[in-house]
Structures are given as structure tokens and as C-alpha cells.
């Protein structure tokens, strides 16, 4: 497979497709090596070569956190070249097809513009389903054959990762691999079994050609999930009977990867600068991993659990560090809840301390409104603008929130915006989502109430009248390994019913309509994200069909349409006797072998079953954090044999000599 550069095919092209720029290659801090580096090393032995793709556009792909962090794991092994690949536009898409004299232009790696097709791994982060289509056009593009078992040796191992990899059912016929969990160890791993096999020949065995050799040695390692080497059969009303390993020595579950030193790999250390304008223009550092805060809904904190965090020198090591490098002047601390950092106080006071005078601005991207506090914003603004503040308090009502464990009260929200609003806040934006287990219009309606509540108090409290209160509102999507998993989905038209009649209520009202912003998305969109992240294999067939009905960039609202695949849930599912709705608004029973259930996440099912039964249940009690309190048995620490790891390490960051 010819590996050299197609830019001098590409960039005649360039002119007249939009955003050229981002083709182009080139970033501050990239890595650019030659294509057989480990020949230059000092041990010599065979490359492996990483294709790296983030599967939506530039802008969106290039800030990307995971592909950032692998990309320099990779390539600071000098036996080891990883380059960087995007979707590219339609436009560029269909110039491309068109080609050339030497036909078609493939797709291509943005750091040395090399096909993709000449590398041994595609590895894609999923941090979103929506994506899947993007993946076939890459693939197509590319030259490979879109089916795994299509595939020979010239084709690379299509490896998926991300947190949407925790259920790859719906892509399993497209993907040779998927990964669960951390992937700054496993693509090492995944590397040296690829170099060991490569050393020896790349030899294939008894009844296996070379590159199934290669599959079944990674899966046997016991940390990469090879679909095809896993048999799927349906009972009589649809639903699946068993899973069944095919080739021995392969687990009957793979478990996900955890790392539990954080501090040790303190990555991106040389965080890429974008040529283009991105979504995310700042430098970020993830502070802790892991949450336990035990929101039934949420699949990011029931996925990475257990709790880990950086230390505070660390974090000041890489915001140092990553500023320097980059030149970007904004630093937002990551994580899924990052005031809940034991020492986020400290990390706070202490790098506002460091920053004092200079033009670099902290943001803690989303905060929870009982982990909040005025003198944590106060540091956080101390040296820049005040921007909104964020709070996801999610359910409209009291009872709703119970039921999803996200214990906020109306009180804890009110005193924390008055706080806000009363130490010169004008903008906090509040998150909610519509379509919740047992959800009514009430529960819906009360968001109005509350938006009302928080203006009033903000305008007593600050003594102004141009306060705003942005309330965004997204569709509820139930995901694997949550104890949402079972429930039944909210179909788009009761969705977009409730939420209309929210929008007309605070709009009538004239005392505070004005003041009150209201975002949300259709319900349409939600409804084909349940599909694509509950499905199970057959679902690869409507992915197909709409895909090949035009289906690219189905994030972005502009590009998406439900009729396309409805239509294409039609063809893919003739003769299944299961339909669209059974994918999405079914209950599902505990009894019922799910399609992620043979993929380990540590959650026990029973514990997460238990966890469904309470939420149902009126007088159940919270679920606590088990960061402050006894463990409350959701499986993962004894099963993964881990714990949780959190401070105070009592250290605090002394300022920087040199500026």
C-alpha cells in the first residue's frame, strides 16, 4: 500500500472548498516523523503506524482531549508514528471522489497527508453515536472495505474507543476492535502485540489467515473486544438470546481499562494549537477522573468510575506547562464535576495567585450548585472577565430530581445564583433535560417556575434589571451501564409538545420572558441517538442504509434528518420484527440479555437493577457520594480490584519564579 503524501493531489483542490485551512496540516506542536521511524531508532525492529480519527469535523475534532493525549503517548515511542485524520466536508468529500488522473484522492492524515488505508490501526474516538456515519465515509473514502470481514492484509485494524465504544453492537460489523475505558495504557499494549506479530513474520494459524492471527491475539490479551470472534443469537420476540465466544482462549466479557495513576501520565503536555478557528479555544486540563456522584442518567460517571484525581502540583505542572507551549491564555480544569475536587479551593487560589496581572483566564466549564461557592468563582474571575456561569440542576421539579438522584434543592439553586448575581454575575445559564424516567408536564413546567424565581432573586439582590437567565434544554437519552438502561425512551412528539408549552409559558410572561433565554433541540435527534447507543447488531444495517442515503454529520442540526432515518430503520429492519420503537420507547425487563451485557464496565447489574427499582420508588433514599461516605456496592472497586483516590495531599502551589 503506497504510504507517500497526497498533498500535491490535494492542494490544487483546496481553493474552492470551505475552510481550506483545516486540511492543511501543520499545527503548533504536530509531530511530523518519517514512515519508518523505528528503523532510525536504537533497537530498530518493525513501525507501527497509528491513523488517529476524531469522526466530525476539524473545528470539533481538533480540541478533542483523548486524540490529543493518545496521539503524544504514541508518538513519544520512537518504534511508534501516530498522525491525526477528521471527516472532511461534503464538499471536499465529493472533489475527492471525483479525484484526478490518478483517480479518487483518499483520505488522508493531516500531519503528513499519508492515505489512511497504509496505516496498520484506525483507531476512532466515539464520544457521541452520532458519528457513526462520519466513520463509514472515512472508511469508504479511505478505500477500506466498510464490512470488517471484508478486510485483508492491506487494510488496517478499524479499532474504536470513547466512551460510545462501551456499546459497539451497532457498528460491530464495521469495526475489527473496540477498546473499553482509559486508552493511554491499551494502545501501548495494542502496539507491542502488533510489533511482536510483525517481528515474527505476521504469521497467520491453524485455520486463521494472518490478520485474524493478529485479532485473536489481542482479543486473548483480554482488553480488546473483537465482535467477530462472538456469536449473536435473537429469540423468537426479538430480543437476544446469548452471546458466545467462537475462538478459544477469548473471554466471554472483556473488561474496561483503568488508569489509576493519573499523575503519571500528565497529558497533553504539548496541547495542539488549531489553524482554524475551534469550538474550544483554551487549553484543558482534567483534574480528576472518575465521578461517584451517582446521577442515574449520567453513563460518563458510572462508566470511569472509580474516582481519581490529580494532585495539586501536578495540575499546576501542566497548566504551567500547556500555557507556555501553546500560547493559548484561557485554562479550563476538566472533569465531570470539577469543584468536587478535594482540593479545588487550593488549585484555584493557587493558580489565580500564580496568574495574578498576567492575561491568562480560568474556567471551570460546569459546576455542581452544591459544590459551588462565591469565593471559588471570586478566584476563578479574579484575573478576567466574569463569564456565565453554568449549573445543571437537570430535573424541573423536586421529585424529579429525586428520582434521578441529583439531590438539588430549589434552595440550594436560589441561595447560589443570589450569590452570584449579588457579587456581579448578570448571566447563569441552567441545564435541564425533558424526557426523564416518570416525567409529567408538571415536572416540565416547573423549569418555568424556577427561571422566574432565579431572575426575581437576582434583580432583588443586585439591584439591577438586566440580569439573564439562560435555560437550555436537552432531549433524555437512556444509556448503557446506567440503571437508566431499561427505561423507556420519550418519543419526539410528547418531547416537543412539553417543551413547547415551556417556551409559550415563559414567553406570556411579561414580568420576566424578556430576561429568561430558552435553547433547545428538537426531540428527533434523541430519539436516533437512543437507537444508535441501546441498539444491537441489526442496527449496523440501518446505519448502512442511511448512510448511503446521503447521511454525513448527523451531530450537526443543518445535516441531520429524521426522515432519512426512518426510512432507512424501515429497509435495515425488514424481516427483524423489531422496529424503531422497539429500540427506543420499550421498558426493558430484567430478565432481557442487553447488548452491551457480555462488555464489563465493573457495575454489577444487580446493584444498577437495584438502583432502577429506587429510582421508581418514592421513598427510597438518596444514593450518596461514596467519596464522603460508606461504599455503596456498585461492584466496581472489589471486581476491578481499584479505589478510590482522592486527596488532600495538604501540598500547595508555590508561585512561579520565572514568568
Not at 472495505?145 to 459497539?168: K, S, W, Y
Not at 448503557?480 to 408549552?501: G, I, N, S, V, Y
Request: proline share 6%; hydrophobic share 35%.
Amino acid at each position: 500500500m503506497d504510504h507517500e503524501s497526497v498533498f500535491a493531489r490535494l492542494e490544487p483542490k483546496l481553493p474552492s472548498v470551505q475552510k481550506p485551512i483545516q486540511y492543511v496540516g501543520g499545527e503548533l506542536n504536530s509531530t511530523l516523523k518519517s514512515w519508518d521511524c523505528a528503523a532510525e531508532s536504537a533497537d530498530g525492529g518493525p513501525t507501527v503506524r497509528w491513523a488517529l480519527m476524531y469522526p466530525d469535523a476539524y473545528e470539533v475534532g481538533l480540541p478533542n482531549q483523548g486524540v490529543q493525549i493518545l496521539y503524544e503517548v504514541l508518538n513519544e515511542r520512537d518504534w511508534i508514528l501516530a498522525e491525526r485524520t477528521y471527516s472532511v466536508w461534503p464538499d471536499l468529500e465529493r472533489i475527492m471522489r471525483e479525484g484526478d488522473e490518478h483517480g479518487p484522492i483518499p483520505q488522508f492524515t493531516v500531519d503528513s497527508h499519508r492515505p489512511v488505508r497504509a496505516f496498520d490501526v484506525l483507531g476512532l474516538s466515539f464520544s457521541t453515536e452520532l458519528g457513526y456515519t462520519n466513520m463509514l465515509t472515512a472508511l469508504d473514502l479511505a478505500g477500506i472495505p466498510l464490512h470488517a470481514v471484508d478486510r485483508t492484509e492491506q487494510d488496517p485494524i478499524v479499532l474504536a474507543g470513547g466512551h460510545a465504544a462501551f456499546n459497539p453492537e451497532p457498528v460491530a460489523d464495521f469495526l475489527d476492535a473496540a477498546v473499553l475505558g482509559d486508552g493511554e495504557e491499551v494502545v501501548l499494549a495494542i502496539s507491542e502485540v502488533i510489533r511482536e506479530w510483525r517481528a515474527e513474520g505476521e504469521p497467520g494459524s491453524e485455520g486463521m489467515s494472518p490478520r485474524d492471527e493478529l485479532l485473536r491475539r489481542l482479543a486473548v490479551s483480554g482488553g480488546v473486544y473483537v465482535p467477530k470472534f462472538y456469536d449473536v443469537s435473537y429469540r423468537a420476540d426479538g430480543t437476544i438470546a446469548a452471546y458466545v465466544p467462537t475462538v478459544p482462549g477469548v473471554p466471554a466479557r472483556v473488561r474496561k481499562h483503568t488508569l489509576m495513576d493519573l499523575d503519571a501520565w500528565p497529558y497533553p503536555a504539548k496541547p495542539l494549537v488549531p489553524l482554524a478557528e475551534t469550538v474550544h479555544e483554551r487549553f484543558s486540563v482534567e483534574i480528576f477522573r472518575g465521578c461517584t456522584r451517582g446521577c442515574r442518567f449520567c453513563q460518563a460517571g458510572m462508566i470511569t468510575r472509580p474516582v481519581r484525581e490529580r494532585s495539586i502540583e501536578t495540575i499546576g505542572t501542566m497548566v504551567e506547562n500547556g500555557i507556555r507551549k501553546s500560547g493559548f491564555e484561557e485554562v479550563g480544569l476538566l472533569s465531570l464535576s470539577s469543584a468536587d475536587h478535594t482540593e479545588i479551593g487550593e488549585v484555584a487560589k493557587g493558580l489565580a495567585d500564580r496568574y495574578e496581572g498576567t492575561n491568562v483566564s480560568l474556567s471551570l466549564p460546569s459546576t455542581r450548585v452544591d459544590a459551588f461557592n462565591i469565593s471559588l468563582a471570586n478566584e476563578f474571575s479574579r484575573n478576567g472577565r466574569r463569564s456565565g456561569l453554568t449549573f445543571a440542576p437537570e430535573g424541573g421539579s423536586e421529585r424529579l430530581r429525586k428520582v434521578i438522584n441529583k439531590m438539588v434543592t430549589e434552595e440550594d439553586l436560589i441561595r447560589t445564583v443570589a450569590a452570584a448575581y449579588s457579587h456581579g454575575w448578570r448571566q447563569v445559564k441552567l441545564y435541564f433535560m425533558c424526557g426523564l424516567p416518570t416525567e409529567t408536564d408538571e415536572d416540565v413546567m416547573e423549569i418555568a417556575e424556577l427561571a422566574k424565581k432565579v431572575i426575581a432573586k437576582g434583580r432583588e439582590v443586585s439591584g439591577r434589571n438586566d440580569i439573564r437567565c439562560t435555560v437550555s434544554i436537552g432531549g433524555f437519552v437512556p444509556k448503557p451501564h446506567t440503571p437508566f438502561q431499561w427505561a423507556a425512551q420519550l418519543d419526539h412528539e410528547t418531547t416537543d409538545e412539553r417543551l413547547r408549552k415551556l417556551r409559550d409559558e415563559v414567553r406570556a410572561d411579561k414580568r420576566y420572558g424578556r430576561a429568561i433565554g430558552f435553547r433547545y433541540h428538537d426531540g428527533k435527534p434523541g430519539t436516533i441517538e437512543g437507537l444508535l447507543s441501546r441498539g444491537d447488531r441489526r442496527v449496523g444495517r440501518i446505519i448502512e442504509e442511511s448512510w448511503r442515503a446521503g447521511g454525513r454529520f448527523d451531530g450537526w442540526s443543518e445535516h441531520f434528518s429524521y426522515e432519512r432515518w426512518v426510512e432507512a430503520a424501515a429497509r435495515g429492519l425488514e424481516g427483524t420484527g423489531v422496529d424503531l420503537d422497539w429500540y427506543t420507547t420499550r421498558e426493558r425487563e430484567y430478565a432481557e440479555v442487553l447488548p452491551w451485557d457480555h462488555l464489563d464496565s465493573g457495575l454489577d447489574k444487580d446493584w444498577l437493577w437495584a438502583d432502577w427499582e429506587d429510582a421508581l420508588d418514592p421513598d427510597s433514599v438518596d444514593v450518596e457520594d461514596c467519596r464522603w461516605t460508606p461504599c455503596y456496592d456498585c461492584g466496581v472497586c472489589p471486581e476491578l480490584d481499584l479505589d478510590i483516590q482522592v486527596g488532600p495531599t495538604g501540598k500547595q502551589l508555590r508561585p512561579l519564579t520565572v514568568v
